[in-house]
């Protein structure tokens, strides 16, 4: 089992929260995770790029002089890309770059992700985590500047005399994070979205790619609940199949 730490908003830890490393794939499978990634960047390419080709181009298609006698360079048509004005060579155009990798493949990546963060201990829960009706950015800043950072060895306190930039180091202001929530929950957003580096999303919308591209894994209580729940009614695979999938 592991074994997450839970922080309040004033930066103290007030407990802590076992995990089933079985429930999240049980290893890591690094290949699995790098198609996973592979396949999210790979759709989010645009590929609206279109160049103009010789066939796009305006002018005549008929050779400009003939091959011999002239005294200069052979040359066929003024559309040719060797002529100022004349089309591209291998021209670029629009492509849909998207692909989609099997659905169970997908589901364990994430699972193996949010593992990975937890195994790291780059995880932890938050509670306390409302901003009322008005939230204000100042205050999601003050939380994260009270909390230490969790995969900071425990020997690494803070020293006598260090300097307020050193013992800011140590702390999550500035870092690269991901909230998650049970729920949309807009006064978080709203709290949080002009932050640098912070993003915010549901844990039904967690995919791999911002999983681990945020360095650290913050969780409200009712999202990790929702998380636990989420990952036991995913439909477990053959034991021969899920063991070739994490080896």
């Known amino acids: 089992m592991l074994t997450i730490p839970v922080y ?4 103290e830890q007030v407990g802590e929260e076992s995990i089933d ?3 999240f794939g049980g290893s890591i499978n690094k290949q699995l995770l790098h198609d996973v990634v592979v396949m999210h ?11 103009r080709g ?13 091959q011999k006698g002239t005294g ?3 040359m066929g048509s003024k559309r040719t890309n060797k002529r100022v004005g004349g089309g591209v060579a291998f021209a670029r155009r629009n492509r849909d770059y998207s692909y989609r990798l099997p659905k169970k493949a997908i589901r364990l990546a994430i ?3 949010i593992l990975s963060k937890f195994q790291d201990g780059q995880a932890f829960v938050l509670q306390g985590l409302d901003l009322g009706a008005t939230p204000k950015t100042k205050d999601v800043v003050r939380i994260l500047r009270s909390i230490r950072r969790p995969d900071l060895p425990a020997e690494a ?6 300097t307020k930039r050193d013992a800011l180091r140590r702390t999550l202001d500035g870092r ?10 807009h006064a978080v957003y709203r709290g949080a979205r002009n932050i640098p580096g912070v993003m915010v999303a549901p844990v039904a919308e967690f995919n791999t790619y911002d999983v681990l591209r945020q360095r650290y894994l913050v969780l409200t209580p009712e999202a990790l609940g929702s998380l636990k729940e989420r990952v036991k009614e995913k439909v477990r695979r053959r034991p021969e199949v899920e063991a070739a999938a994490a080896g």
Request: net charge positive; no cysteine; hydrophobic share 30%.
């Open 8 to 11: 309040n908003t004033s930066g």
């Open 176 to 185: 690269k994070l991901l909230i998650g929530t049970a729920e949309f929950d």
């Open 41 to 51: 960047l790979a759709n989010r390419r645009v590929g609206t790029v279109n160049t």
């Open 72 to 74: 200069n360079a052979r």
């Open 54 to 66: 010789r066939s796009d181009v305006a002018g005549s298609t008929r050779k400009m002089y003939r």
């Open 111 to 113: 699972r193996m992700a």
């Open 157 to 162: 306190q803070p020293v006598e005399g260090e």
């Open 21 to 23: 490393p079985a429930d």
